[in-house]
């Protein structure tokens, strides 16, 4: 079997009797629809911005979450700060977080973002490293990645993909962060998001993205000949440059 173990990867575990409407009430996501499977959702702040992405399995009497490692220990202090009274703990665990495409071994479970993510399995595996391309498959399905695309305090989860990729819910209620994604939703039309453009050259991830000398984008995760690139829908026409590489978009938005 091959997979790959995602040591940037930590699972946090959740306990005690309030622990559903504790997550109900911050998350983007129904935390009633968690059942068998991965539930992929994100903690905002009050005015509606990216703060934290992470998956959510159940786990007898406790939530598994399964976050970026560099991110856990301000999760897990921002969930605290949450907690007031409720009975709910939150600690870290040292299970391993395995990530596999193909044929899943027996307890994997799907990752609800996209079928070409594959699946992934929490505790220890015997397996070869699968040697899988996690950035080409991101930038060939647009797939965002914690610290990357979705940018902490800044981004806003429907410009990166979150209605596609099963992040978020419009029919759950409040949460942290709700009135300003579900007047996105309903009231206007996103003029920026992510994108898969074309490139041509050697561009630094980060790097502006620029037509005629004003800046329409930026750039992010590369794979390949392609990329990831945050832009402004209506002004990213024609040739565009990120440093010396040459960016073109063919119009087509992920989200459709």
């Known amino acids: 079997m091959q997979a790959d173990h995602a040591t940037d990867r930590t699972v946090l575990r959740i306990t005690g009797s309030d622990r559903m409407d504790f997550l109900q009430g911050l998350i983007t996501n129904d935390i009633k629809a968690l059942g068998d499977g991965l539930l992929y959702a994100a903690l ?69 973002r996209h079928a070409a993510l594959g699946w992934r399995y929490y505790g220890d595996l015997a397996a070869t490293p699968g040697g899988i391309d996690r950035d080409a498959i991101r930038v060939e399905h647009v797939i965002p990645e914690t610290g990357i695309e979705l940018i902490h305090n800044e981004s806003y989860i429907l410009e990166m993909g979150f209605e596609r990729l099963n992040g978020v819910s419009f029919r759950k209620g409040c949460y942290v962060g709700q009135e300003v994604t579900a007047r996105m939703k309903h009231k206007t039309e996103l003029r920026k998001g ?51 590489a040459l960016v073109t978009w063919d119009g087509q938005r992920p989200d459709g």
């Open 194 to 244: 992510l994108a898969r453009v074309e490139i041509a050259g050697k561009p630094t991830p980060g790097t502006s993205i620029t037509r005629e000398g004003k800046q329409i984008g930026t750039l992010h995760t590369v794979a390949g000949g392609h990329a990831i690139a945050y832009l402004r829908f209506d002004q990213a026409t024609g040739e565009m440059q990120a440093g010396d």
């Open 44 to 112: 905002l702040s009050p005015q509606g911005k990216y703060l934290f992405d992470f998956l959510l399995r159940a786990d007898d009497a406790a939530i598994l979450l399964d976050v970026k490692t560099d991110a856990a220990p301000a999760l897990a202090g921002r969930l605290n700060m949450y907690k007031l009274r409720a009975d709910v703990a939150i600690e870290a665990t040292d299970l391993p977080v395995w990530l596999g495409t193909g044929e899943p071994p027996d307890g994997a479970l799907a990752d609800p």
